[in-house]
């Protein structure tokens, strides 16, 4: 936990965009384990040398574009585990993933309408 070990992230990262619903639902929490605290640094220095927040941007991404319930679920925890401890820098993150998840129940509900 919390090794911010940039290669064992991008391995855990290939399974959990293998469009294996299981698989990526626990991928999504193993990314969220290995940077763990480390996320959401609302673009310290730091952070932009290690790339932490385009870890967060490219797994939020990821999440916007699968279809899998699993692993959109993995990935939300995921990212929860990554921002732990650094609550006021998660904030903007946090409103963003809100408005995210009404815009995407509203796409939902009208393709339910169709």
Do not use: W
């Not at 965009?17 to 639902?25: K, L």
């Not at 929490?29 to 290995?34: E, K, M, P, S, Y």
């Amino acid at each position: 936990m919390a090794t911010h070990d940039q290669k064992l992230f991008e391995e855990i990262k290939g399974v959990c965009f293998s469009e294996s619903a299981v698989a990526g639902e626990a991928a999504g929490l193993a990314l969220g384990l290995v940077y763990m605290g480390k996320g959401g640094g609302g673009g310290s220095e730091e952070d932009e040398e290690d790339g932490e927040d385009a870890y967060l941007e490219e797994l939020i991404s990821y999440a916007h574009d699968t279809e899998h319930e699993k692993t959109i679920r993995g990935l939300a925890l995921g990212i929860a585990i990554m921002v732990y401890g650094r609550e006021e820098a998660a904030e903007p993150l946090i409103e963003t993933l809100l408005r995210d998840k009404v815009r995407r129940d509203r796409e939902r509900q009208n393709r339910d309408r169709v």
